[in-house]
Protein backbone atom coordinates (compact mmCIF):
# COMPACT_ATOMS: atom_id res chain seq x y z
CA UNK A 1 0.00 0.00 0.00
CA UNK A 2 1.19 3.48 -0.59
CA UNK A 3 2.35 5.53 2.40
CA UNK A 4 0.36 8.78 2.96
CA UNK A 5 1.36 11.59 0.59
CA UNK A 6 1.83 14.82 1.18
CA UNK A 7 2.63 17.93 -1.27
CA UNK A 8 4.87 20.24 -1.63
CA UNK A 9 7.48 19.17 0.45
CA UNK A 10 8.87 22.57 0.46
CA UNK A 11 7.77 26.13 0.47
CA UNK A 12 8.92 29.55 0.79
CA UNK A 13 6.23 31.92 1.48
CA UNK A 14 6.54 35.87 2.59
CA UNK A 15 4.68 37.37 5.16
CA UNK A 16 0.81 38.13 4.71
CA UNK A 17 0.73 35.60 2.10
CA UNK A 18 -1.72 32.09 2.28
CA UNK A 19 -0.46 28.93 1.75
CA UNK A 20 -2.45 25.59 1.29
CA UNK A 21 -1.25 22.21 1.63
CA UNK A 22 -2.46 18.95 0.62
CA UNK A 23 -2.62 15.51 2.19
CA UNK A 24 -3.63 12.25 0.36
CA UNK A 25 -4.11 9.38 3.22
CA UNK A 26 -3.66 5.53 2.76
CA UNK A 27 -6.10 3.95 0.80
CA UNK A 28 -8.56 2.88 2.95
CA UNK A 29 -7.92 5.29 5.66
CA UNK A 30 -10.84 7.87 6.04
CA UNK A 31 -9.51 10.13 8.76
CA UNK A 32 -7.04 12.84 8.36
CA UNK A 33 -5.35 14.60 11.01
CA UNK A 34 -2.95 17.23 10.37
CA UNK A 35 -0.25 18.27 13.33
CA UNK A 36 2.33 21.33 13.39
CA UNK A 37 5.96 20.45 14.20
CA UNK A 38 8.43 23.44 15.50
CA UNK A 39 11.62 23.00 17.65
CA UNK A 40 10.06 25.07 20.63
CA UNK A 41 6.61 23.62 20.74
CA UNK A 42 7.18 20.60 19.82
CA UNK A 43 3.76 18.33 17.73
CA UNK A 44 0.76 20.43 18.23
CA UNK A 45 -2.63 18.58 17.03
CA UNK A 46 -4.39 21.48 14.29
CA UNK A 47 -7.73 19.70 13.31
CA UNK A 48 -8.68 15.96 12.38
CA UNK A 49 -11.54 15.11 9.45
CA UNK A 50 -13.75 12.37 9.16
CA UNK A 51 -16.03 12.10 6.37
CA UNK A 52 -15.72 15.90 5.16
CA UNK A 53 -16.70 16.39 8.83
CA UNK A 54 -14.26 17.97 11.37
CA UNK A 55 -14.41 16.51 14.57
CA UNK A 56 -11.69 17.85 16.48
CA UNK A 57 -9.60 21.48 16.04
CA UNK A 58 -6.61 22.31 18.29
CA UNK A 59 -5.83 25.33 19.72
CA UNK A 60 -4.77 27.64 16.95
CA UNK A 61 -6.31 30.88 15.42
CA UNK A 62 -8.64 31.11 12.77
CA UNK A 63 -6.06 31.81 10.12
CA UNK A 64 -5.67 28.02 10.15
CA UNK A 65 -8.09 26.00 8.13
CA UNK A 66 -9.25 22.85 6.74
CA UNK A 67 -11.45 20.32 4.76
CA UNK A 68 -11.90 17.45 3.56
CA UNK A 69 -13.15 15.72 0.21
CA UNK A 70 -15.11 12.85 -0.45
CA UNK A 71 -12.10 11.02 -1.39
CA UNK A 72 -10.88 11.24 1.90
CA UNK A 73 -7.83 14.18 0.60
CA UNK A 74 -7.56 16.59 2.64
CA UNK A 75 -6.08 20.61 2.12
CA UNK A 76 -4.88 22.39 4.97
CA UNK A 77 -4.74 26.10 4.45
CA UNK A 78 -3.02 29.04 6.55
CA UNK A 79 -4.29 32.70 5.76
CA UNK A 80 -2.20 36.00 6.02
CA UNK A 81 1.13 34.59 7.21
CA UNK A 82 3.27 35.10 10.10
CA UNK A 83 6.74 34.41 11.16
CA UNK A 84 5.76 32.02 14.10
CA UNK A 85 4.03 30.04 11.24
CA UNK A 86 7.33 28.60 10.03
CA UNK A 87 7.53 25.02 10.38
CA UNK A 88 7.12 21.11 9.17
CA UNK A 89 3.47 20.33 8.68
CA UNK A 90 2.83 16.60 8.76
CA UNK A 91 -0.66 15.02 7.79
CA UNK A 92 -1.86 11.56 9.58
CA UNK A 93 -4.00 8.75 8.37
CA UNK A 94 -6.06 6.41 10.37
CA UNK A 95 -9.08 4.56 10.43
CA UNK A 96 -11.68 6.94 11.65
CA UNK A 97 -13.34 4.68 14.54
CA UNK A 98 -11.60 4.50 18.52
CA UNK A 99 -9.26 3.03 19.40
CA UNK A 100 -8.02 2.95 15.72
CA UNK A 101 -8.22 6.36 15.07
CA UNK A 102 -5.22 6.62 16.92
CA UNK A 103 -2.81 4.36 15.51
CA UNK A 104 -1.94 7.18 12.93
CA UNK A 105 0.79 7.03 9.91
CA UNK A 106 2.36 10.16 8.67
CA UNK A 107 3.72 11.81 5.46
CA UNK A 108 6.90 12.70 5.19
CA UNK A 109 5.15 16.82 5.84
CA UNK A 110 5.67 19.67 4.28
CA UNK A 111 8.22 22.02 5.34
CA UNK A 112 6.81 25.78 5.66
CA UNK A 113 9.84 28.59 5.68
CA UNK A 114 7.80 32.41 5.91
CA UNK A 115 9.93 35.11 5.34
CA UNK B 1 -6.26 16.71 29.94
CA UNK B 2 -4.37 14.05 28.36
CA UNK B 3 -0.66 14.84 28.76
CA UNK B 4 2.79 12.75 28.04
CA UNK B 5 6.03 13.34 29.97
CA UNK B 6 9.37 12.08 28.07
CA UNK B 7 13.50 12.02 29.45
CA UNK B 8 14.80 14.90 28.06
CA UNK B 9 17.58 14.01 26.27
CA UNK B 10 19.43 14.21 23.81
CA UNK B 11 21.17 11.02 24.70
CA UNK B 12 24.30 9.30 23.22
CA UNK B 13 25.17 5.86 23.23
CA UNK B 14 27.99 3.73 21.53
CA UNK B 15 27.01 0.60 19.65
CA UNK B 16 25.65 -2.42 21.36
CA UNK B 17 24.73 -0.31 24.10
CA UNK B 18 21.41 -0.81 25.95
CA UNK B 19 18.51 2.14 25.29
CA UNK B 20 15.67 2.94 27.83
CA UNK B 21 13.73 6.16 26.83
CA UNK B 22 11.39 6.96 30.06
CA UNK B 23 7.54 7.82 29.45
CA UNK B 24 4.55 8.60 31.87
CA UNK B 25 1.41 9.54 31.01
CA UNK B 26 -1.54 11.04 32.78
CA UNK B 27 -5.17 10.06 30.99
CA UNK B 28 -8.80 9.85 32.78
CA UNK B 29 -9.46 6.93 30.90
CA UNK B 30 -7.43 4.06 29.36
CA UNK B 31 -5.33 5.13 26.47
CA UNK B 32 -3.76 3.89 23.46
CA UNK B 33 0.13 4.16 24.08
CA UNK B 34 2.20 4.83 20.76
CA UNK B 35 6.22 5.44 20.39
CA UNK B 36 6.93 6.84 17.06
CA UNK B 37 10.33 7.46 15.48
CA UNK B 38 11.54 10.37 13.41
CA UNK B 39 14.84 10.06 11.07
CA UNK B 40 16.34 13.45 9.91
CA UNK B 41 14.15 15.11 7.48
CA UNK B 42 11.18 12.67 7.54
CA UNK B 43 7.94 12.36 8.86
CA UNK B 44 6.71 10.21 11.92
CA UNK B 45 7.23 6.44 11.77
CA UNK B 46 5.12 4.13 13.93
CA UNK B 47 7.39 2.20 16.14
CA UNK B 48 5.26 0.07 18.35
CA UNK B 49 1.69 0.05 20.26
CA UNK B 50 0.02 -1.31 23.01
CA UNK B 51 -3.75 -0.78 23.90
CA UNK B 52 -4.34 -2.37 26.90
CA UNK B 53 -2.42 -2.74 30.34
CA UNK B 54 -0.05 -5.27 30.14
CA UNK B 55 0.18 -5.11 26.48
CA UNK B 56 4.06 -5.42 25.24
CA UNK B 57 4.32 -3.92 22.21
CA UNK B 58 7.71 -5.03 20.54
CA UNK B 59 8.93 -3.79 16.26
CA UNK B 60 12.75 -4.07 15.40
CA UNK B 61 14.46 -5.29 18.42
CA UNK B 62 12.51 -2.25 20.63
CA UNK B 63 9.85 -3.41 23.24
CA UNK B 64 7.50 -1.26 25.63
CA UNK B 65 5.07 -2.40 27.94
CA UNK B 66 1.69 -0.82 29.13
CA UNK B 67 2.26 -0.45 32.75
CA UNK B 68 -1.16 1.08 34.22
CA UNK B 69 -0.09 1.20 38.03
CA UNK B 70 3.12 3.41 37.02
CA UNK B 71 1.12 5.08 34.17
CA UNK B 72 4.81 4.55 32.44
CA UNK B 73 5.38 3.11 28.39
CA UNK B 74 9.16 3.04 28.71
CA UNK B 75 10.75 2.23 25.39
CA UNK B 76 13.85 -0.35 25.88
CA UNK B 77 16.24 -1.53 23.33
CA UNK B 78 18.67 -4.30 24.30
CA UNK B 79 21.68 -3.84 21.52
CA UNK B 80 21.34 -0.40 19.40
CA UNK B 81 22.98 0.47 16.04
CA UNK B 82 23.93 3.21 14.40
CA UNK B 83 21.11 2.90 12.39
CA UNK B 84 18.82 3.74 15.55
CA UNK B 85 19.95 7.48 15.68
CA UNK B 86 16.69 9.13 16.00
CA UNK B 87 14.43 11.11 17.40
CA UNK B 88 11.60 9.20 19.47
CA UNK B 89 8.45 10.22 20.70
CA UNK B 90 6.19 8.58 23.02
CA UNK B 91 2.25 9.33 22.11
CA UNK B 92 -0.95 8.35 23.63
CA UNK B 93 -4.50 8.61 22.40
CA UNK B 94 -7.27 8.71 24.78
CA UNK B 95 -11.37 10.50 24.56
CA UNK B 96 -10.99 12.40 21.33
CA UNK B 97 -9.44 12.01 17.92
CA UNK B 98 -5.85 13.31 18.58
CA UNK B 99 -2.53 11.78 19.60
CA UNK B 100 -0.78 14.14 22.25
CA UNK B 101 2.68 13.90 22.02
CA UNK B 102 5.72 13.69 24.61
CA UNK B 103 8.32 16.91 23.49
CA UNK B 104 10.60 13.93 22.00
CA UNK B 105 13.84 12.24 22.96
CA UNK B 106 17.21 12.89 20.53
CA UNK B 107 18.91 9.65 20.84
CA UNK B 108 22.43 9.22 19.02
CA UNK B 109 24.35 6.23 18.22
CA UNK B 110 27.99 6.52 18.04
CA UNK B 111 29.87 3.98 16.27
Known amino acids: KAGVTQTPRYLIKTRGQQVTLSCSPISGHRSVSWYQQTPGQGLQFLFEYFSETQRNKGNFPGRFSGRQFSNSRSEMNVSTLELGDSALYLC??????????????FGPGTRLTVT | GNSVTQMEGPVTLSEEAFLTINCTYTATGYPSLFWYVQYPGEGLQLLLKATKADDKGSNKGFEATYRKETTSFHLEKGSVQVSDSAVYFC??????????FGAGTTVTVRA
Open chain 1, 92 to 105: ASSLPETPQVWEQY
Open chain 2, 91 to 100: ALGWGDYKLS
